[in-house]
């Protein structure tokens, strides 16, 4: 048997599916095919609905990822924050958990598409969330 033979051979008792396999593939197939069609409809979308779910989602996952801490912040306080974070003190531990997550999600945003996911950007993430605390 040749190379090409060979691989053939194995390529063929790996693709081989009994019924219920193959109604598994087709489904994962078909799922793969509507979340593509929906990426392809968001890509479509306006600008400013675009920035006003990067606001909602900055909002929310804030809001989420500091009441995980302990924070006492609703999403609807962190939101008034968010637009008043330059006029003020940062007062309390919640106010600076806040701010410090805000400048780190932001930053994200931004630089997403250079961010390298590796040991060195997590601890600097880390180092936004902690740089507005005081403790």
């Not at 598409?113 to 996911?117: F, G, K, Q, T």
């Not at 880390?126 to 403790?135: A, D, F, G, K, V």
């Given at each position: 048997m040749n190379k090409h033979e060979f691989i053939n051979h194995r390529l063929s008792k790996r693709l081989v599916f009994n019924f219920i396999d193959n109604n598994k593939v087709q489904q994962f197939l078909s799922q793969?095919?509507?979340?593509n069609k929906e990426w392809q409809i968001s890509s479509a979308?306006?600008?400013q609905f675009l920035e006003k779910?990067?606001?909602n989602t900055i909002i929310s996952s804030t809001g989420a990822s500091t009441r995980i801490e302990g924070s006492k912040l609703s999403d609807e306080q962190v939101e008034l924050f968010l637009r008043?974070?330059?006029m003020r003190k940062l007062e309390t531990r919640?106010?600076?958990?806040?701010?410090g997550y805000?400048?780190?999600i932001k930053q994200i945003f931004d630089d997403f598409?250079?961010?390298?996911?590796e040991e060195r950007t997590i601890k600097q993430a880390?180092?936004?969330?902690?740089?507005?605390?005081?403790?």
């Open positions: 793969i095919d509507t979340i979308l306006s600008p779910l990067e606001t008043q974070t330059k919640d106010q600076q958990e806040v701010a805000l400048e780190m598409e250079s961010i390298d996911l880390h180092s936004i969330l902690l740089n507005l605390t005081c403790e």
